[in-house]
């Protein structure tokens, strides 16, 4: 009888101080502090280098508009989007060391969850056969303090079930929170990447524009008054701008972008310059529809790879089934990769104006309502502009710069976080030059 209720104690204490080992808790590993605080660092300085540019921008614009002024702007402006291509580099690294960090922390908390999960069998096994022994233990047990100490033995039993039982569930929400967070934390890395692209492709933009400007006029200061005054041969440059759409050899050119614009301005109201932008800024007026899911593409490059299982690939399916569309070679936009070539985020974007699946499943009811032609394709550039029109209007896009440049954010990450705030502001500056270009063709 006291080697059977020595053997019993034996348990309940390991399984007791199994409880409390595993128990401890899991914390990130911080060890790479002192390289985010250099980082933080690093983006304070560039920040700073970014408003002096800004500053030194805003007074040469001001200047009068001459051809060694407009150069100036252009190199103030090649600086500013050198040094904002860097801010967001270092924004994509510190952002990278955070995910690394609340993975591993998952990972952590994955493990312990599994151990507590195969402590919680061996404290049920205890508890079972305690349930059935307890009355036997209680009777063999001599005196009352036998009987208390056996009591004790099923009372801590019983407590550390309940125990663990709690640390298992509290483990699942913090778990379940963590991986929310870690969600965010990818979109934030997908629309930094998408960002830092833009940047290196409005640089790129700048350089050309200096170039052809000083083809145009051989660097002479007449040659740009000249070229500033010949409005007609500015037009029929502008009109010659030729855009290619879902990549089948399709094209239009501006003049023809600015009356489907012009459409979309009278059926959903929103400016015609700033529908233009928006369509830039996603995909250069429907040149750039995607290099993902075209045929020939590897498996890696598959819409069943690329776009969010349970988001988009259904709404996919129906969308391509409604257009008989072959859903395995409709090109659609690749997700971003970061530096080592690992996926961030997802990808699926299709057409001009750049929808998700899930997006326009919310949208196509609502064109084909406004055309009259069902169903609305979000390929078709007709349909693309008025389906960008009517999210811009739901995002509160009105006649103000300050409404186009928040409804610009809410369209490219659903809100106007200020770190992605370049997206808005060239939305804005592109909606000015086309409102010039407009202007120009019109008259």
């Not at 998408?194 to 007449?222: D, F, P, S, Y």
């Amino acid at each position: 009888m006291i080697k059977k209720k020595f053997f019993t104690r034996i348990i309940v204490f390991l399984i007791i101080l199994r409880l409390f080992s595993f128990s401890l808790p899991v914390f990130a590993d911080n060890t790479s502090g002192p390289s985010q605080a250099q980082l933080e660092q690093q983006l304070k300085d560039i920040e700073q280098e970014i408003t002096n540019l800004q500053q030194q921008l805003n007074l040469t614009t001001a200047q009068k508009n001459t051809l060694a002024n407009k150069i100036k702007q252009l190199k103030l402006k090649q600086s500013q989007l050198n040094a904002l291509i860097k801010q967001t580099a270092l924004k994509i690294k510190k952002l990278e060391g955070n995910i690394t960090a609340a993975e591993n922390d998952i990972k952590k908390n994955d493990i312990h969850q599994a151990g507590l999960k195969s402590q919680l069998e061996d404290m049920l096994k205890v508890a079972n056969r305690s349930d059935g022994q307890f009355l036997i233990s209680l009777v063999s047990a001599q005196g009352l303090s036998g009987i208390f100490a056996e009591a004790q033995n099923y009372l801590s039993v019983s407590i550390g079930l309940k125990n663990i039982v709690d640390e298992l569930r509290q483990l699942k929400k913090e778990i379940v929170i963590k991986k929310n967070a870690l969600e965010e934390q990818k979109n934030d890395a997908d629309n930094l990447l998408q960002l830092k692209t833009i940047q290196k492709q409005e640089l790129v933009n700048n350089l050309g524009e200096q170039n052809e400007l000083l083809n145009q006029t051989k660097g002479l200061e007449a040659n740009y008054a000249s070229s500033l005054a010949n409005k007609k041969k500015l037009a029929a440059e502008l009109k010659s701008r030729i855009y290619e759409l879902f990549n089948t050899g399709k094209q239009i050119n501006f003049g023809q972008a600015v009356e489907i614009a012009k459409l979309a301005n009278r059926l959903t109201g929103i400016n015609t310059a700033f529908i233009l932008a928006i369509l830039t800024q996603e995909s250069n007026l429907g040149k750039n529809v995607g290099t993902c899911n075209r045929p020939n593409d590897p498996p890696e490059k598959s819409w069943k790879v690329i776009m969010k299982p349970t988001r988009d690939q259904e709404p996919f399916q129906q969308i391509t089934a409604e257009l008989n569309l072959n859903p395995d070679t409709t090109p659609v936009s690749c997700p971003m990769k970061d530096k080592k070539g690992k996926q961030v985020g997802w990808g699926g974007a299709m057409g001009p104006a750049q929808f998700i699946p899930s997006t326009w499943m919310g949208y196509k009811d609502k064109v084909a309502t406004i055309t009259g032609k069902s169903p609305a394709n979000p390929w078709e550039i007709r349909d693309a502009f008025i389906a960008s029109g009517l999210k811009l209007k739901a995002a509160g896009a009105g006649d103000t710069e300050n409404s186009w440049w928040k409804a610009a954010m809410i369209y490219f990450s659903g809100s106007t976080n200020s770190q992605f705030r370049f997206y808005g502001d060239n939305v804005v500056s592109l909606t000015k030059r086309y409102q010039q270009d407009i202007a120009n063709l019109d008259n």
